[in-house]
């Protein structure tokens, strides 16, 4: 949720902080801007835009901002004030020495701005990000580091800090508390930046500024410290992941390329975590024994990995027996949930970031819990504070919507299902030799891609979808919902298709679409009933069925084909062309598939 790029070194700040900044675009994308000190080192000079940034690249264009060594900029998620150019960070002090970009939010911005205006500051935007650059402006004593430190500690709420000023400029300051903050480390140059993909083409090597750190960088120097001045020994990480996992390679769109990645993904964790002698999840750092000790789990996440969670519900529950329940972590922190030593919490999130999530694992682990976390981006803030985690390693997700971090983090509870089953168990191993069999399903779908585009784009028109599954597949339906609406803004409600009856019916006539997971399975035949209360009411159903069911043609209008799998694996299979349907309506629709509306890839506000 917003991103944010700094530079310093010999080269021309301004050309990287763009470069980054498109690489951030995916945390948000209503505003942005840059902040440079002019060649001189005695002026700032700020440029901002409202929209995406392209445009700030043509107002730079238009109005060069000139040659620079240092630099900070940031895209906005809007939080605070509209978004527009003049809430757009950065945000200069009043003196116009001091400029700051901010992700996160100030929740005690407000008094601190009442304050500030007492004492004289005028401000100029709605944020509560400009407080900040008046609090270092008001602390400043000829040290900008010390009164950067200082201002945080006046600060509540989230914060990624990024500061420079004509003061002393040639120094890049740093800091953070509950939002993301990487300092990557050049040759005479250094960056500061919310995520990896933003500098992996400058550096793989990166320092992660942990909660409560703050970084003085020059262009040959990194010092870290904590908010009280003590010098911290700051570990140096470095990237692995190849580049090319963070461009398209060819794919229209991220999200494109992130679904066909879907088969190695999981090929990957098979082959990391299925071995001879049973299921390797050795992060979570509990033996099996304690592992089956507990007596309830629950598990947190929101949105596509809350979806995910609720698949793992099914499954472990059917599997060993382990009573789950399943919050919106945005819920649960807020509703005196009963937790206790017993209890296992499982965090699922793919940025590690959310502001949420985060909440329910520190409020689990004050409650007893042991807390782990499935997650993709290592080192990040929840698996941080975790005990213990199962990593998906999915590579970076850069489209906002969700898809391989989804079927990856589905993947993962299978595992952990088949552990707390015990895979020695026939029925466990028959479903591992299957579960092993999901990759080359994918690559079966795929292959009939040009058929989903085409049942997608003659569905396009429909100004309202319902989702229907059963059982296993009801968050199936909840997921193949949220993705058509996400990226296509059409209305789309999920739901289990035996609750249809209760309420939903009311909306089927000629001019709704239903989309029906009608798998092979125990619940086939009810679905089918399902199938015909909505064909007697004239709606237009869709099916997603399986490969060689012909009595479902009967029935529908059109039929997406998948492979067969054993019931309890149908969710992993038709993940994906629910996936591709809302990709295909979305691109028919002229949405921006990538970017879509309102949205940012890691929500760090709660
Ligand atoms: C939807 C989507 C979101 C995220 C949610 C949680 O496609 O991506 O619903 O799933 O914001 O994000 P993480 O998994 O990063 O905690």
Redesign the pocket.
């Known amino acids: 949720m917003c991103g944010i790029i700094g530079y310093i070194g010999n080269s021309d700040a301004t050309p990287v902080l763009i470069d980054g900044l498109k690489k951030l675009e995916y945390r948000g994308y209503d505003s942005s801007g840059v902040g440079v000190i002019d060649s001189t080192k005695d002026r700032i000079i700020v440029r901002k835009s409202s929209g995406k940034i392209s445009n700030l690249e043509n107002l730079i264009r238009t109005k060069p901002v000139g040659k620079s060594s240092i630099g900070i900029s940031h895209t906005r998620w809007a939080t605070h004030g509209a978004p527009t150019t003049v809430n757009a960070h950065p945000h200069l002090d009043g003196s116009g020495k001091i400029v700051i970009v901010h992700n996160g939010i100030i929740e005690n911005y407000e008094t601190l701005k009442t304050a500030l205006k007492k004492q004289g500051h005028t401000f100029k935007s709605d944020t509560d990000t400009e407080i900040v650059s008046h609090l270092i402006e008001k602390y400043y004593k000829g040290n900008l580091r010390a009164a950067v430190g200082r201002a945080v500690r006046d600060l509540e709420g989230a914060f990624a800090l990024g500061v420079i000023s004509t003061h002393e400029p040639d120094k890049l300051i740093a800091a953070r508390i509950g939002s993301p903050l990487i300092i990557g480390l050049g040759k005479k140059e250094n960056f500061i930046a919310s995520d990896v993909p933003a500098i992996l083409d400058k550096t793989r090597k990166i320092i992660y500024l942990k909660d409560g750190e703050m970084a003085e960088i020059t262009k040959d120097k990194v010092d870290v410290f904590n908010f009280a001045g003590k010098k911290v020994n700051a570990k140096v990480h470095t990237i692995t992941f190849n580049i090319d996992a963070v461009k398209k390679q060819g794919y229209p769109h991220f999200m494109m390329k992130e679904m066909h990645e879907q088969a190695d993904v999981i090929q990957k964790m098979i082959k990391a975590r299925i071995g001879k002698t049973g299921i390797a999840l050795d992060g979570i750092g509990l033996t099996q024994k304690q592992l089956s000790s507990f007596k309830k789990i629950i598990i947190l996440?929101?949105?596509?990995?809350y979806h995910a969670g609720m698949v793992g519900k099914y499954v472990i529950e059917k599997l060993a027996k382990i009573p789950v329940s399943v919050d919106a972590a945005s819920e649960f922190r807020y509703r005196d949930p009963i937790v206790d030593r017993k209890t296992l919490v499982i965090a699922?999130?793919?940025?590690g970031?959310?502001a949420d999530?985060l909440a329910g694992v520190r409020e689990a682990k004050r409650r007893g819990a042991r807390v782990i976390t499935i997650c993709n981006v290592v080192g990040s803030s929840i698996v941080r504070e975790s005990d213990g985690v199962l990593y998906t390693h999915a590579g970076p997700e850069i489209s906002?919507?969700?898809t391989k971090?989804y079927t990856a983090q589905i993947a993962m509870l299978y595992l952990l299902a088949f552990k707390l089953a015990g895979p020695a168990k026939k029925e466990i191993k028959k479903l591992i030799s299957e579960f092993k069999k999901v990759p080359a399903l994918y690559k079966d779908i795929l292959k009939n891609k040009a058929e989903i585009a085409r049942v997608a784009k003659k569905n396009s028109h429909f100004g309202c979808f319902l989702f229907l599954g059963r059982n296993v597949n009801y968050p199936s339906a909840l997921e193949g919902a949220?993705?058509l609406k996400?990226i296509s803004y059409i209305p789309a409600e999920g739901y289990a298709a035996g609750e249809m009856k209760h309420g939903p019916i009311a909306l089927i006539d000629e001019y709704r679409a239903v989309v029906c997971v009608a798998v092979k399975s125990d619940v086939y035949e009810k679905m089918i009933s399902n199938i015909q209360e909505i064909r007697a009411r004239k709606g237009k159903i869709i099916a997603i069925a399986t490969k060689g069911d012909k009595e479902i043609d009967k029935h529908v209008n059109y039929v997406i084909h998948v492979p067969k799998t054993s019931d309890l694996l149908t969710p992993l299979v038709v993940a994906l062309p629910l996936q591709l349907f809302a990709y295909y309506v979305a691109v028919k629709l002229g949405c921006d598939v990538d970017q879509p509306r309102n949205l940012a890839k890691?929500?760090t506000v709660e």
Request: hydrophobic residues 40%.
């Open positions: 996440a929101c949105g596509t990995a699922i999130s793919q940025s970031e959310t999530t906002v919507a969700s971090a949220l993705k996400e890691s929500v």
